[in-house]
């Protein structure tokens, strides 16, 4: 805080005088900040227009991309490789999650590809497997628990998953590019006409 002696020396002979004449200071001296204080305050209004902005943009980011515990590419497996999404994410035409592949599987295909087997990549791959443990792979795509949503009934309806997860086959690193809020689903249910699909009760029960 500013005490008398460290004010710029206008304010404190201001400061002063007041002081001797018994005038309240606390005021007088407000009233000789003013300039400083109009420059403060821009300060702080910048300050807090960045800290709003990024919380505004950390909220309504449509690009997310963690970095998973395994480099796995869906550019090679889905891209090159043409193996289809159901393949690993098999509950996606059958139940409210798609769902994620086991090790197992992983393992399964890999037991039988040679040109990676010394891979750094398969070699986590396959530590995960000894220690049967499953892989911690991070979430990119998440509702909260008061939005239902399920994959099956999208699916069954002839979306394509890339409607709503972008350009998949072509990732190296699975990148979130829809922002997962209600006008988002609200307004493709809107340009699909779907029955019942603004209603509060479709997706908040
Ligand atoms: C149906 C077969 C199949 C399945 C299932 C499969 N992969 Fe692969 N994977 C491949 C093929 C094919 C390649 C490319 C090999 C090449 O480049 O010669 C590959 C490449 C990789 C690579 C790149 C290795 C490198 O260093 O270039 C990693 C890492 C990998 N897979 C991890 C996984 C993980 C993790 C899973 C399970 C979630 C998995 N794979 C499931 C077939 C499969
Ligand atoms: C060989 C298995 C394999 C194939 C084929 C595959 N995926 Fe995946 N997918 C994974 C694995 C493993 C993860 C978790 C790791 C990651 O995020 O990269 C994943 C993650 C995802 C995610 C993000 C999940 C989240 O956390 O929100 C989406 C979306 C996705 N896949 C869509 C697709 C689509 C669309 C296709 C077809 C074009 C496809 N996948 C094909 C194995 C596969
Ligand atoms: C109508 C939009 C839409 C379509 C079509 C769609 N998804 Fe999703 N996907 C989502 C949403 C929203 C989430 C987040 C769900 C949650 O948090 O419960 C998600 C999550 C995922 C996840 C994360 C794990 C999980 O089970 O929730 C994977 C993997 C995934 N989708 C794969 C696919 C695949 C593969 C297809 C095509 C067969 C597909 N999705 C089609 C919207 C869609
Ligand atoms: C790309 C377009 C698209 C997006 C994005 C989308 N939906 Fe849908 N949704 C549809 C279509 C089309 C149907 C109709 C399916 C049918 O006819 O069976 C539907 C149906 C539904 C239903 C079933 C409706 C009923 O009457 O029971 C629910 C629930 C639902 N969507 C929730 C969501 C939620 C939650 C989101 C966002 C997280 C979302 N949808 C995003 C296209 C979409
Ligand atoms: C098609 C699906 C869908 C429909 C229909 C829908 N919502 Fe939502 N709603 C969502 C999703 C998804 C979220 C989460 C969005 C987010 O986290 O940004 C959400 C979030 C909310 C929230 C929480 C907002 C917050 O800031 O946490 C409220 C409140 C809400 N919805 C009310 C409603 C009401 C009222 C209606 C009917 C007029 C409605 N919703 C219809 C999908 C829907």
Known sequence: ML????????????????F??????NVSVLEALKPLRKSALLGIIGIVGIV????????YSTHLKPVQPIEFSHRIHAG???????YCHSSADRSPSAGVPSVA???????????????????????????QEPIPWIKVHDVPDFVHFTHKRHVLAGLECQQCHGPVETMDRIERVADLTMPWCT??????QTDNGLDCYTCHK
């Open 52 to 59: 709003v902005g990024l919380k505004i943009n950390a909220a």
């Open 187 to 192: 307004d493709c249910h809107t340009l699909n």
């Open 20 to 25: 001797r004449e018994g005038v309240r200071v």
């Open 105 to 131: 599987k992983c393992v399964g295909c890999h037991e039988r590809i040679a040109t990676v087997r010394d891979s750094a990549e398969i070699a986590k791959l396959n530590a995960y497997w000894q220690a």
């Open 3 to 18: 005490s008398v002696h460290n004010r710029p020396p206008k304010i404190q002979a201001i400061a002063k005088q007041e």
């Open 80 to 86: 090159e490789n043409q193996i289809e999404c159901l």
